[in-house]
C-alpha cells in the first residue's frame, strides 16, 4: 500500500527571506476577496489566520516556499504585503510567479468596470455591487487543485468537504516548515496520488465514488489524457468534452472549472444550487427554478455571467445568514 511521503524528518526548513509590495486593481476588498478561504472550516491549503493574512506553500523547480499575503491600502487605494520563506533563496523568477499568482488568487483577471455600468440597469445588481464593492471571486491557479476541490464537493456539505480535502492535503501535499517548525503543505499534485490506492481515500472518508474520480484523475493528468497546463488555451466545449470524458466529472465541476480556474468572464455555473437558489431568491420571489431555465436566465448578463453568479451568491449568502440571526 502506498503511504503518504510526508515524515516530519523529511520536510525541509524554508530559512530563506523576501518582502515586497504590490498594487492591487482597485476597488479590491481584500478581507472579502479571502473570506472563502474560511467560510467552510480550515482549508489546509490555502489558510487563512486569524488576522486575515492568507499563507499557502507552492513548489517551484527552485524548491518549496511559502507565502504569506496581507492586504493592505483599502478600497481606493488596494495593495498586498507579501512575504515568502524558501527552502532557496526567493530571487527575481521566484517573486514574478508569487506576484502572478497573488494578482490572479485576489481576482485580479476580473475588470469590475463595465460589469458596475451594467450592473446599473439591473435593480438586484445595483444593490448588490453597491453593498458589495470591490468584491472580486477568489481563482484557483492549480488546475488540479480546482477540479479536485469540485469533486470533493459534489452533493455534501461543504465544510465536510472542506474536511476531508485538507486530509488529503495534509498526507500528500508536498510540504515545507518554518524555522519555528510550523508546516505547511501545497495541495497534491496528479504525481503525488497517481500511486495512492483507494482504501487510502476511503479512509479520509472520500466517497467510493469521489476516490475513483480523484485517482482516475491523477492518472489521467499522469498519461497526458488530461492535459491540465493546456486546457486554458481550449474553447470551453472542447474542454467540456475532455472533462467529462473522465469518471466522476459532470456539467457542474466544467462550470466551476471555466468560472474558478480559467476566470472566463461568461461562465455561467447554473447547475450549482446555490445559484439556482440566488437566480430564485433575486428575481423569481424565491420560488425555485430549474436549471435550464437559470441557464437559460444567465443570457440577461452577458459577458459578465461569472461575477453576476458570484454578486448573487455572495449576497444571498448574506441575506440568509443575516435572516437566521435576526430570528435568535
Not at 476516490?211 to 470551453?236: F, K, M, N, Q
Request: with cysteine; proline share 6%.
Amino acid at each position: 500500500m502506498h503511504r503518504p511521503k510526508n515524515k516530519a524528518a523529511a520536510v525541509p526548513v524554508a530559512r530563506h527571506r523576501a518582502a515586497f509590495r504590490m498594487l492591487l486593481a482597485g476597488p479590491t476588498d481584500f478581507d472579502r476577496c479571502v473570506h472563502r478561504y474560511r467560510a467552510f472550516g480550515t482549508d489546509e491549503a490555502n489558510r487563512l489566520d486569524e488576522a486575515g493574512v492568507l499563507q499557502f506553500a507552492r513548489v517551484f523547480p527552485e524548491g518549496r516556499f511559502l507565502v504569506r499575503v496581507a492586504g493592505t491600502g483599502g478600497l481606493a487605494a488596494p495593495a498586498a504585503r507579501v512575504t515568502i520563506l524558501g527552502t532557496s533563496e526567493p530571487g527575481p523568477a521566484i517573486r514574478r510567479r508569487v506576484r502572478d499568482e497573488v494578482r490572479w488568487r485576489l481576482g485580479g483577471a476580473f475588470d469590475l468596470r463595465p460589469f458596475y455600468r451594467r450592473a446599473r440597469r439591473d435593480p438586484v445588481l445595483a444593490q448588490l455591487v453597491r453593498r458589495f464593492r470591490g468584491y472580486r471571486p477568489p481563482l484557483v491557479t492549480d488546475p488540479f487543485e480546482s477540479l479536485v476541490t469540485s469533486i470533493s464537493a459534489q452533493q455534501i456539505n461543504l465544510a465536510f468537504a472542506a474536511t476531508t480535502r485538507s486530509r488529503l492535503v495534509r498526507a500528500y501535499g508536498p510540504a515545507v516548515q518554518t524555522p519555528q517548525g510550523e508546516r505547511f503543505h501545497a495541495f497534491p499534485r496528479p504525481e503525488d496520488l497517481a500511486r495512492v490506492r483507494e482504501p487510502r481515500l476511503r479512509a479520509m472518508q472520500f466517497s467510493g465514488t469521489k476516490t475513483r474520480a480523484i485517482l482516475g484523475l491523477a492518472r489521467a493528468a499522469g498519461r497526458g489524457e488530461v492535459p491540465l497546463d493546456d486546457l486554458s488555451g481550449w474553447d470551453d466545449a472542447r474542454i467540456q468534452e475532455c472533462l467529462t470524458a473522465q469518471f466522476g466529472i459532470g456539467r457542474w465541476t466544467v462550470d466551476w472549472f471555466l468560472s474558478r480556474a480559467l476566470g472566463r468572464p461568461d461562465a455561467w455555473p447554473a447547475g450549482d444550487l446555490g445559484v439556482r437558489k440566488a437566480v430564485s431568491w433575486y428575481y423569481f420571489k424565491r420560488n425555485d427554478q430549474s436549471e435550464d431555465r437559470v441557464r437559460e436566465f444567465g443570457e440577461r448578463f452577458g459577458e459578465h455571467r461569472n461575477l453576476a453568479a458570484h454578486y448573487l451568491l455572495v449576497g444571498w449568502a448574506t441575506e440568509r445568514r443575516e435572516a437566521r440571526a435576526a430570528m435568535k
